[in-house]
Antibody, heavy 121, light 108 residues
Framework: EIHLLESGGDLVQPGGSLRLSCAAS????????MNWVRQAPGKGLEWVSS????????YYADSVKGRFTISRDNSKNTLVLQMDSLRVEDTALYYC??????????????WGQGALVTVFS | DIQMTQSPSSLSASVGDRVNITCRAS??????LNWYQQKPGKAPKLLVY???TLQDGVPSRFSGDGAGRDFTLTISSLQPEDFATYYC??????????FGPGTKVDLK
């Protein structure tokens, strides 16, 4: 059974940093691209970032480009989102999601339960 | 960037009803359109990808159709477990995967 477990969510002040992790199991992690999607309280879904299966290609939404960094450790089946220069508007539940393809296809077939990031002043 | 709209934003229906949710893209996205279901407090779940391909394990009462700019998710006979919010999402212009604003389906 495929399982994705996010961790690292916390309360942080504007300008601060957080590192989210996503532990993957139940599939061959190195064969699939991975994604982060966020959902602000009571709002819809927003794609944040994607990374190809071996990490050679990364993509970011304009809203986080230059502040967030996606990476992966295929030896540990772990996806990471390093979030710097956090803003109040980054407050959201951050989901880790598996892609159907080895490259970034954008079809998100399995999701974790999310990690809550709250940026407050 | 390609923008996605959905209609209606919410609807009330009864068990057994046929439900149609529409999604429109701001420009043609071929058939690069996916549908997700999200229940309160839960993660989204992929229902349909490539406009009409049902994800493994999704009941056959769900179906997707459309191409170009206009797409539809149909639930042929609404079940109690189908009350949820439904999102469309395009994956045409990789990697800017815009989601629609969602359609909430609740009990009449």
């Amino acid at each position: 059974e495929i399982h994705l477990l996010e961790s690292g969510g916390d309360l942080v002040q504007p300008g601060g940093s957080l590192r989210l992790s996503c532990a993957a199991s139940g599939f061959t992690f190195t064969n699939f691209a991975m994604n982060w999607v966020r959902q602000a309280p009571g709002k819809g879904l927003e794609w944040v970032s994607s990374i190809s299966n071996v990490g050679g290609t990364t993509y970011y939404a304009d809203s986080v480009k230059g502040r967030f960094t996606i990476s992966r450790d295929n030896s540990k089946n772990t996806l990471v989102l390093q979030m710097d220069s956090l803003r109040v508007e980054d407050t959201a539940l951050y989901y880790c999601a598996k892609d159907r393809g080895s490259w970034v296809r954008g079809v998100l077939d399995y999701w974790g339960q999310g990690a809550l990031v709250t940026v407050f002043s | 960037d390609i923008q996605m709209t959905q209609s209606p934003s919410s609807l009330s229906a009864s068990v057994g009803d046929r439900v149609n949710i529409t999604c429109r893209a701001s420009e043609s996205i071929d058939r690069y359109l996916n549908w997700y279901q999200q229940k309160p407090g839960k993660a989204p779940k992929l229902l349909v990808y490539g406009a009409s391909t049902l994800q493994d394990g999704v009941p056959s009462r769900f179906s997707g159709d459309g191409a170009g700019r206009d797409f539809t998710l149909t639930i042929s006979s609404l079940q109690p477990e189908d009350f949820a919010t439904y999102y469309c999402q395009h994956n045409y212009a990789t990697p800017r995967f815009t989601f629609g604003p969602g359609t909430k389906v609740d009990l009449k």
